[in-house]
Nanobody
């Protein structure tokens, strides 16, 4: 069993920065890829970024490339999402999720993940 708890979401002005954290319980955290997703009001949940178990490979949605950075600290069982140059369209609830697979493959769809956090709200004012 894995529990994921996100934190760091808040109201921020456009152009600002935030760092989200996702703390995971369970000894298997370091064996799995992790992902960040987001869901805006009235929209489907979409992938934002993903990172392999070692941190050696990452994936980013086109909408956040060059602005967001995903990282992880396996010693702390934590994955991070650094968000810079925030835009109003980044407003959403952000979720972290654990990959189903312990391979190095990075899923870009929800069905590739089996455990989810409760989400943290990010609101970007324009």
């Amino acid at each position: 069993q894995v529990q994921l708890v996100e934190s760091g979401g808040r109201l921020v002005q456009a152009g600002g920065s935030l760092r989200l954290s996702c703390a995971a319980s369970g000894r298997t955290f370091s064996s799995y890829a992790m992902g960040w997703f987001r869901q805006a009001p009235g929209a489907e949940r979409e992938v934002v970024a993903a990172i392999t178990w070692s941190g050696g490979s990452t994936y980013y949605a086109d909408s956040v490339k060059g602005r967001f950075t995903i990282s992880r600290d396996n010693a702390k069982n934590t994955v991070y999402l650094q968000m810079n140059s925030l835009k109003a369209e980044d407003t959403a609830v952000y979720y972290c999720a654990k990959s189903r697979s312990s391979s190095s493959y990075l899923y870009d769809e929800e069905n590739g993940y089996d455990y989810w956090g409760q989400g943290t709200q990010v609101t970007v004012s324009s």
